[in-house]
C-alpha cells in the first residue's frame, strides 16, 4: 500500500477548546501526533512491536504555525506528507484545515528513532525504514 499524502479526520470536542469553544494551541499538537501514529498503522508499522525491542520515535523539533482557530464541533482534517527521511530520522509535513478547506495550523516536525535501552538515537529498522520509503 503506499500513500504518499495522509488525512485524518478529527472533531473538536468540548475537552479540545478553551473556555471560548476555540482550541487550545496545544492541542493541535495532539491532532498532529495521532494522525501521524494513525498513518504508521496504515502503512503497518505495529508501535506495540517496536516498543518490545526498546525502540521508539520521539519528537525531536517542531516549528508550528497558527494561522486561523478550530472551534467546537468543527470537523477537521489532518493532512500529513514526509519530506525528508534519513537513516535515523524523518521530517512531517503537516496541516490541519477546517470543513471549509481553510488552513488552521500548518507543521514541520522532526521525529528521531531512538533506542530507549541505551537513550540514543539509532537507525530506523530496514521493515519500518522501507514502509516510509513506499510513502514519501
Known amino acids: 500500500m503506499s500513500i504518499k499524502n ?4 478529527i472533531r473538536v470536542y468540548y475537552e479540545d477548546t478553551d473556555a471560548g469553544g476555540i482550541v487550545y494551541y496545544a492541542n493541535y499538537l495532539k491532532f498532529f501526533e495521532r494522525a501521524r501514529t494513525e498513518w504508521l498503522r496504515e502503512i503497518g508499522v505495529n508501535q506495540e512491536t517496536f516498543l518490545q525491542q526498546k525502540l521508539g520515535f520521539v519528537v525531536r523539533h517542531v516549528e508550528m504555525n497558527n494561522i486561523a482557530s478550530a472551534k467546537l464541533d468543527d470537523l477537521l482534517e489532518v493532512h500529513s506528507t514526509i519530506i525528508t527521511l534519513k537513516r535515523a ?23 528521531a528513532c531512538v533506542d ?11 521493515l519500518i525504514l522501507g514502509a516510509f520509503k513506499r510513502v514519501s
Open 6 to 9: 495522509h488525512q485524518f479526520a
Open 89 to 111: 530520522s524523518l521530517v512531517f509535513q503537516q496541516q490541519i484545515t477546517n470543513q471549509e478547506k481553510q488552513v488552521l495550523c500548518t507543521a514541520n516536525v522532526r521525529i
Open 116 to 126: 530507549f535501552s541505551q537513550n540514543k538515537p539509532c537507525a530506523i529498522p530496514d
